[in-house]
């Protein structure tokens, strides 16, 4: 298990995600980057915004929801290969993913998709990315360093009609996605993915309406409602122009 690393923005994390396939030579140019986006950027902006954990403000009625920081504890991280080489047989892992976490991961709040780590890969063809969520179980290090993350896997604070909350949950996201079209890499080329995750939907009830954070919290009248948005909110794409939207316009 790797030690958790802070993940903030667009801190560029090379090899924080192993190549499973050592025969792969490095700085061939094949390299996948990955990227996470909350909010898309306007219609032909074709370069990514500035990162920014800045307050992001919702509003339905006469509520308003100010949302100051989220983050997460990001256990694994998995590009799965279509186009198993040669030489696996079986189908084992070692042939057909890459892995990283677990970490501690703070969502951009800006528009646009920011990078959050690259990593060289073996050429081929990746159609599927796994992304899991959970709370930090038996990582005494992480807990000793981020003691708020105790039985918790995503933290949320804000404001709620200008009263301070703090949302926390312990809900497990264990998220494949499937990557349509896939990303081809080959020994000469790169590719961005971005994992776009939809927090504006997370605090809503059935009819879009908004949800004070606190009722969502454990025991909460909201609890189930919020941890099923939360579950729902993923999605992945190829976004070679960070703008946090499919390129292939799958959104």
Known sequence: MSYPMRVVGTLSMLGALAACDSSSPAGTGSQAQFNVATSRAAAGVAAPMPMGLAPVVFG???DTL???QVQMVVREVELKRS???AGCTGGEDGCEELESGP???DLPLSTGASTVMAVDVPPGTYN???FKVRKPEGDSGFITQHPEFAGVSIRVT???NGTPFTYTTDV???????????LVITETSSADFTLFIDVGSWFRDAGGALVDPSTANNGGANESLVNSNISSSFDAFEDENHDGSDDHGGN
Do not use: H, K, M, R
């Open 60 to 62: 339905s009625g006469n």
């Open 66 to 68: 100010v949302i100051n």
């Open 83 to 85: 186009d198993v080489p």
């Open 103 to 105: 970490y501690l991961l």
């Open 128 to 130: 599927e990315f796994e």
């Open 158 to 160: 804000g404001t709620w």
């Open 172 to 182: 497990s996201a264990e998220q494949e996605l499937a990557i349509n079209p896939p």
